[in-house]
């Protein structure tokens, strides 16, 4: 039970507490990023969409690190042609050809964008296998102004302890106010027309290369289609956020879905897809949750574009005989949602730390870096619906692990905008904490 944890007394070098994990120390805090890089040897391999591995690769020479790159199309080669070696043969040659260039370069540091894709976890066990240290970016553990830069892995690769009782007994110094990024949605969106539109002209220089996402012209298409829907959706869920957000509104359920093509659920998760972790959600909702409670549904925003689960949901709504209790949404204020809910469902989505933040009951389903005894609900699905309440988030807990999160993984920035902090072309902060460890 989350009120039952306690600090207790630890000695010894904190390590991971998972069967499944290394047993690896918990990596140093680089608090004098990016000068801890000077002298090293550092491969980039695919970074985000945009400039970012560009402007980071010139931060990092300016800091007295010697840079390479790997391009594997040419929207990579766009944003980083110097100092590059263009990959152009079948997947199955990347580990003998990253080899040749990890021996030729001298690479002692991996640097790269999201550890699922194939490639990447080639690199990483190539790097487990060779002392090669590795530094995995995504999206922030915690939006919307920080990103994430974390040792060895993120997720379920994350160091990072599932053990409460670490985080109690480990100080970690309280992390000062981020620069706020601003919104970011139309930068992103012109780096990734442009990445797509290169790596189009230049797909003769890579004819081996395959995206997890179509690389056409249909995908600028499906962007503007993107905006319409927008408005589209913001008209049709009037009546839905009148019930959800008002005063009087109904008991509900949350249910944020993730990226149709998130790695992290084909990875680190039980699920082939969200439309399998759709159905199993509502089956379990109809079948073990209270008559007078709904279940909503909310769209990621990025995946507007791909999918939409409209068709499935009344499928599934006449399946289950819910009827107004089964309810799907796009563009409603999700903190609003979150705030207003019974409790959180989520497979290892970011969203699940909004949810902990804002003290709601959330049960992660898939391996999360949050999913610890104290923080998230430690029973099944089916017993969530009746028991939610049982499993209040801890709050000093919550607030150590934070601390610890921020401190070890985050970093203040954004990779689609920059942030106006002098000396950096990458605009990223790279300061951690500014108060003593309490």
Same mark, same amino acid.
């Given at each position: ?19 499944? #994990? ?56 766009? !944003?980083?042609?110097? %100092? #590059? ?41 190539? $790097? ?6 590795? &530094? ?9 102004? !920080? ?7 993120? %997720?379920? +690769? ?11 007994? @480990? ?19 012109? *780096? #990734?027309?442009?990445?797509?539109? *290169? ?28 905006? $319409? ?7 049709? %869920? ?24 998130? #790695? &992290? ?21 109809? &079948? %073990? ?16 574009? !791909? ?9 599934? +709504? ?30 290892? /989505?970011?969203?699940?730390? /909004? ?6 009951? @959330?049960? $992660? ?32 807990? !919550? ?40």
């Amino acid at each position: 039970m989350a009120g039952d944890l306690r600090p207790v007394e630890q000695s010894g070098e904190a390590r991971v507490e998972r069967a499944d #994990a290394p047993a690896l120390p918990l990596p140093e805090i680089p608090r004098d990023a990016p000068y801890c890089f000077r002298g090293r040897n550092i491969l980039l391999l695919q970074g985000p969409v945009g400039p970012f591995f560009g402007r980071l690769a010139q931060d990092l020479r300016w800091a007295g690190a010697n840079v390479h790159k790997i391009n594997f199309n040419g929207g990579d080669w766009l !944003y980083c042609p110097r %100092n #590059a070696t263009n990959f152009t043969r079948r997947l199955d040659a990347f580990p003998n050809f990253l080899a040749r260039v990890c021996e030729e370069k001298r690479i002692d540091m991996i640097m790269l964008f999201g550890d699922c894709r194939r490639m990447h976890r080639m690199a990483s066990d190539y $790097a487990d296998e060779h002392g090669i240290e590795i &530094q995995v970016f995504e999206e922030g553990y915690i939006r919307p102004d !920080y990103i994430t830069m974390e040792h060895h892995g993120v %997720n379920g +690769r994350s160091l990072m302890p599932r053990s409460g009782i670490f985080y109690l007994n @480990t100080p970690a110094a309280e992390p000062k106010i981020p620069s706020p990024v601003g919104p970011t949605i139309w930068y992103g969106g012109v *780096w #990734a027309v442009t990445y797509y539109c *290169w790596s189009v002209l230049l797909w003769p220089f890579f004819p081996h290369y395959r995206h997890h996402r179509s690389m056409n012209y249909t995908e600028a298409l499906r962007w503007i289609w993107a905006g $319409a829907r927008k408005y589209w959706h913001h008209w049709k %869920n009037r009546p839905e956020a009148k019930r959800l957000l008002g005063e009087d509104h109904p008991k509900f359920f949350l249910v944020p879905l993730q990226v149709h093509n998130d #790695a &992290q659920i084909d990875v680190h998760s039980q699920y082939d897809d969200m439309e399998d972790f759709l159905r199993h959600v509502v089956a379990s909702f109809s &079948q %073990n949750a209270p008559d007078d409670c709904s279940l909503v549904i909310k769209h990621h925003p990025m995946d507007r574009p !791909y999918t939409d689960y409209t068709r499935l949901v009344r499928r599934l +709504r006449r399946k289950y005989s819910l009827g107004d209790r089964l309810i799907y949404v796009h563009d409603l204020h999700l903190p609003s949602l979150i705030i207003r809910s019974e409790g959180v469902v989520t497979i290892n /989505s970011t969203t699940g730390m /909004s949810a902990l933040h804002h003290g709601k009951p @959330t049960l $992660a389903t898939g391996d999360a870096i949050y999913r610890i005894d104290g923080l998230t609900a430690t029973v099944g699905l089916d017993e969530f619906w009746t028991r939610a309440h049982e499993f209040p988030v801890h709050s000093e807990l !919550y607030r150590k692990f934070r601390q610890q999160l921020i401190e070890r993984t985050q970093i203040n920035g954004n990779f689609y905008r920059r942030i106006d902090i002098p000396g950096t072309l990458a605009g990223i902060d790279w300061t951690r904490g500014s108060a003593a460890p309490d």
